[in-house]
T-cell receptor, first 115, second 114 residues
Framework: AQTVTQSQPEMSVQEAETVTLSCTYDTSESNYYLFWYKQPPSRQMILVIRQEAYKQQNATENRFSVNFQKAAKSFSLKISDSQLGDTAMYFC????????????FGQGTTLQVKP | DTAVSQTPKYLVTQMGNDKSIKCEQN?????MYWYKQDSKKFLKIMFS???????INETVPNRFSPKSPDKAHLNLHINSLELGDSAVYFCASSQGPGGHYEQYFGPGTRLTVT
């Protein structure tokens, strides 16, 4: 069974600095998808970034980028130039490529951006 | 325009009652989901429907019954509510059931059972 682990329950960063959130996963699949979701206090789930396992190039979306290490089964999220609006809970998630695959979430990391 | 909407946003009810949560998406998607987020913020899938057919049915008490009257709607009915059912329930939709499709989440329904 696939599992997703986020080992940092809470993190904080000063505004404008860079922070990296860690995520590891376990799977025997060769093709799959990885995601980072953001859940601000409003509780809305927002997709931040996604990575396709067969693509070696790390995904980037503006200030958000990932470090995808397939062999190590690691998928960390880097947030550059942190903003107060980045304060939220961040979830790493795994999905296999099948039509009946489930989106499996990690435990979440609460990120506090301090002014 | 709200892409995925849920009603109600908050629901407070007593143990033993039966309640429903409604979900509608206006994205033209074929696939819809229900997730449960518990008090520790852990998110887990409950059900998924594709073109009104059940494709994922996690280990969920049979007091929970999803119903999809059409592709745009997926409702969740809960019988004989228990204290442990208190959680936030999220509906989501995607263009198709494959893993490469982005899932769009609704705003969530906070259910409190007293």
């Amino acid at each position: 069974a696939q599992t997703v682990t986020q080992s940092q329950p809470e993190m904080s960063v000063q505004e404008a600095e860079t922070v990296t959130l860690s995520c590891t996963y376990d799977t025997s699949e060769s093709n799959y998808y990885l995601f980072w979701y953001k859940q601000p206090p409003s509780r809305q789930m927002i997709l931040v970034i996604r990575q396709e396992a067969y693509k070696q190039q790390n995904a980037t979306e503006n200030r958000f980028s990932v470090n995808f290490q397939k062999a190590a089964k690691s998928f960390s999220l880097k947030i550059s130039d942190s903003q107060l609006g980045d304060t939220a809970m961040y979830f790493c998630a795994f999905r296999d490529s099948s039509n009946t695959g489930k989106l499996i979430f990690g435990q979440g990391t609460t990120l506090q951006v301090k002014p | 325009d709200t892409a995925v909407s849920q009603t109600p946003k908050y629901l407070v009810t007593q143990m033993g009652n039966d309640k429903s949560i409604k979900c509608e998406q206006n994205l033209g998607h074929d696939t819809m989901y229900w997730y449960k987020q518990d008090s520790k913020k852990f998110l887990k899938i409950m059900f998924s429907y594709n073109n009104k057919e059940l494709i994922i049915n996690e280990t969920v008490p049979n007091r929970f019954s999803p119903k999809s009257p059409d592709k745009a709607h997926l409702n969740l009915h809960i019988n004989s509510l228990e204290l442990g059912d208190s959680a936030v329930y999220f509906c989501a939709s995607s263009q198709g059931p494959g893993g490469h499709y982005e899932q769009y989440f609704g705003p969530g329904t906070r259910l409190t059972v007293t």
